[in-house]
């Protein structure tokens, strides 16, 4: 069965680097694009960043661009977020997402609607 594990979450002090992981398994996700999304309390889940089946285009949302990187190891079916320059506001649950409709492609989507597998989340806290 298909499966996204995202670990790598926890408490860090504004201004610092966290790395998110991302283990895929049980699907052809090395494939297609994979993103990461986040939902503070109270708030829609955000798009925060994306890359394609085989990492030659990213995105990035306005918010965390410049400070988040995204990258993937097919080999090891993991993707990453690594997170600098930490801010109180980028607290959140993190979830990882894969396109599995878009088979080797570089076009990378925003909308949530365009990723049909999701990880259960991990918790990200940045203290002040």
């Known amino acids: 069965q298909a499966q996204l594990v995202e670990s790598g979450g926890g408490l860090v002090q504004a201004g610092g680097s966290l790395r998110l992981s991302c283990a895929a398994s049980?699907?052809?996700?090395?494939?297609?694009?994979m993103g990461w999304f986040r939902q503070a309390p109270g708030k829609e889940r955000e798009f925060v960043a994306a890359?394609?089946?085989?990492?030659?285009?990213?995105d990035y949302g306005d918010s965390v661009k410049g400070r988040f990187t995204i990258s993937r190891d097919n080999a090891k079916n993991t993707l990453y977020l690594q997170m600098s320059s930490l801010k109180p506001e980028d607290t959140a649950i993190y979830y990882c997402?894969?396109?599995?409709?878009?088979?080797?492609?570089?076009?990378?989507?925003?909308?949530?609607?365009?990723?049909?597998?999701w990880g259960q989340g991990t918790q990200v806290t940045v203290s002040s």
């Open positions: 997402a894969a396109d599995m409709t878009s088979l080797y492609s570089q076009r990378l989507y925003r909308t949530l609607n365009n990723y049909n597998y």
């Open positions: 049980g699907g052809t996700f090395s494939r297609h694009p």
């Open positions: 890359v394609s089946w085989n990492g030659g285009n990213t």
